[in-house]
């Protein structure tokens, strides 16, 4: 929902790419990123069909699965946003690719006259504001040394993307580069490689009727374990989240009909001690109580963006003094 972009090129390029492999193999040549072909012959169309279209299966999938994870990037920027950074990381790192291959060439003598096909810069650029922007909350451990976070799963899909090829590492460094220079606020490339509002309204006028889905009911969404035990697990837990956020509701409708304020150091006692200078006795006095603390509208955007509701971002975040891991632990615990 509300990521028609994301939608299409997930439906669009892996449709062609599996169709060419299965059907139309003697089509596949013209999808072909041949670099000597674009170099001597002058054809600059082969940059087109060769970096939008995966020839391996395996990078379609892999590069289909990190874009559904990076859709999360529309919803938060915009559709329009979203295909410029798109348009110029796919711009930037066409160029890069070239750098590379000549760096490479000159340095260590190998010559590469083609690299794998598909829309693999672009995809490994949203590495750059997946890294820098979104949250890392620990989920679990493994043998007691080892963080498995919210994050892990992407960083491994793109490990598996970037071993699937010889030459993916070129591709892979010039993501990364466009993805870095179109995030820098000092070079100012988004001013420059960014897709005109007028464009922007036609494809939205046109594709996005086609490619929008229906929006979701309100149901807590619930990510799939890889077991059994795991996704029942989660399900005990989005059962025990919901007796407690039933039981935050009711306290709240209770203290609202006597005139009062939840007491959150009873509801969440995990969270007292942070202010144990406000309170003596564990009794707060009534001079000494401290104004709510305001909280940022982006982090309340970030927990949003988890699954939570805005009014459950809101109350944690005002329990927590603000702090992001504090109550996106406590919300994941409960």
Known sequence: DKAPLSKSLLLVPSAISILLTLLFQHYQKFFAYNLQAVKEDFQIWRLVCGRTICLDLKDTFCSSLLIYNFRIFERRYGSRKFSSFLLGAWMLSALFDLLLVEITQYIFGITINSLPSGFLGPVFALFVPFYSSIPRVQVTQVLGHF????????????????????????????????????????????????????????????????????????????????????????????????????????????????????????????????????????????????????????????????????????????????????????????
């Open 147 to 334: 963080s498995i976070t919210n994050k892990s799963l992407v960083y491994i899909l793109g490990l598996q993307l970037l071993t699937s090829g010889s030459y993916i590492w070129i591709l892979a460094l010039s993501g990364l580069i466009s993805g870095i220079c179109y995030n820098s606020s000092i070079l100012k490339v988004h001013r420059i490689l960014c897709v005109p509002r007028w464009v922007a309204k036609v494809f939205s006028w046109t594709l996005e009727p086609v490619f929008s889905s229906v929006e979701p009911t309100n149901e807590v969404r619930v990510g799939m374990g890889a077991t059994v035990d795991i996704q029942r697990q989660q399900r005990m837990e989005l059962l025990d989240r919901q007796i407690m956020m039933s039981q935050v509701a009711q306290m709240r409708r209770q203290r609202q009909q006597q005139g009062g304020m939840i007491n959150w150091n009873r509801l969440f006692p995990p969270l007292r001690h942070r202010h144990n200078a406000n309170y003596q006795d564990h009794r707060p006095s009534e001079q000494g109580i401290p104004p709510p603390t305001e909280v940022s509208e982006e982090q309340v955007a970030r927990l949003m963006e988890m699954g939570f509701s805005r009014g459950d971002a809101l109350e944690a975040l005002r329990a927590s003094n603000n702090d992001l891991n504090v109550a996106t632990n406590f919300l994941l615990q409960h």
